[in-house]
């Protein structure tokens, strides 16, 4: 069984950092797209940041690109997101997600996620 832990959530004002991470246990296939949604109050869930276990391909959505990074450890089945010059836009819950590797071309979308973390809460004041 697939597991997904995150961690590093909080509260922080607005041009701080954080970093989230997310431990993943139970993967049987070595290619797979783990990475990073969000969810605000009363807005879908977006993808945020998404990579490539095989080849490290990545994914930003453009509201994030240049201040979010995403890296991974993949011994640790451990990814990362480092978050920077956050916007309190930006506030919501972020959740891990794992799917089938493929080419990260277009906009990720949910269905193409098998396993869930449970969300952390980031939060940027103003």
């Known amino acids: 069984e697939v597991q997904l832990v995150e961690a590093g959530g909080g509260l922080v004002q607005a041009g701080g950092s954080l970093r989230l991470s997310c431990a993943a246990s139970?993967?049987?296939?070595?290619?797979?797209?783990i990475g990073w949604f969000r969810q605000a109050p009363w807005m879908e869930r977006e993808g945020v940041s998404i990579?490539?276990?095989?080849?490290?391909?990545?994914y930003y959505a453009p509201s994030v690109k240049g201040r979010f990074t995403i890296s991974s450890d993949n011994d640790k089945h451990t990814v990362y997101l480092q978050m920077n010059s956050l916007k309190p836009e930006d506030t919501a819950v972020y959740y891990c997600?794992?799917?089938?590797?493929?080419?990260?071309?277009?906009?990720?979308?949910?269905?193409?996620?098998?396993?869930w973390g449970q969300g952390t809460q980031v939060t940027v004041s103003s």
């Open positions: 997600a794992v799917g089938a590797g493929v080419p990260l071309t277009t906009i990720p979308t949910l269905f193409e996620y098998d396993y």
């Open positions: 139970g993967l049987t296939f070595d290619d797979y797209n």
């Open positions: 990579m490539r276990s095989s080849d490290r391909e990545t």
